[in-house]
């Protein structure tokens, strides 16, 4: 008895350093199971200050990734915005990377060297978002969904996954393309939160 107490206790204090050193925000594997898939992207970060913010800079790339890959220009924007304020130089803390927040997993299978390369990494996550959309035959809320929570969590829950920020970061985008995307707002730190 006196054990389970001192293990539950070290659990509470190993979990009150994970906040700590997490800024309160502790990431949950959406699943038991592991696949190149199934993974979490961290809220939007606080990217890296990059020298030119204009978020039009990146409408040729955008647009020749779209064709290329049939995916709606509109949607990647939104993507874009939603995961990175259109700064080319954000890193989440858990290592996702670049314009379209690409894991380093999905950045080397969709051909991002350099996930800080705005082209590369617009062809990747346009790329893999075009993927999604075709696996969940043209659902823009299932490929979102895939998108955020990986895969292997929108086949488990048979669609959108029950996540709260799953289901938000989804009505985030669809609210977006709605709007129509607007500039971000500056970024205010170095370091993605």
Request: glycine share 8%; no cysteine.
């Amino acid at each position: 008895r006196g054990e389970r107490r001192k293990s539950t206790a070290r659990a509470g204090l190993l979990m009150a350093l994970l906040s700590l050193l997490t800024g309160g925000r502790i990431l949950v594997s959406p699943s038991v199971e592991t696949s190149t898939d199934d993974f979490r992207v961290a809220p939007v970060p606080e990217p890296k200050k990059d020298e030119d913010s204009d978020p039009s800079r990146f409408d040729a790339i955008i647009e020749e990734a779209s064709a290329l890959y049939g995916v709606n220009s509109a949607l990647v924007k939104a993507v874009i915005q939603a995961e990175s304020r259109f700064n080319p130089l954000a890193v989440s803390p858990v290592g996702a990377k670049g314009l379209m927040q690409l894991m380093p997993i999905i950045a080397r299978e969709y051909g991002a060297l350099d996930p800080l390369d705005a082209k590369q990494n617009i062809f990747a996550g346009v790329k893999y978002l075009g993927n999604l959309l075709d696996r969940y035959n043209g659902n823009v809320s299932m490929a979102l969904a895939g998108y955020n929570a990986g895969p292997t969590a929108v086949k488990r829950f048979r669609g959108v996954p029950p996540y709260r920020e799953t289901r938000g970061y989804v009505r985030k985008i669809q609210n977006l393309i709605a709007e129509g995307v607007k500039a971000p707002s500056p970024p205010s730190s170095t370091i993605a939160d």
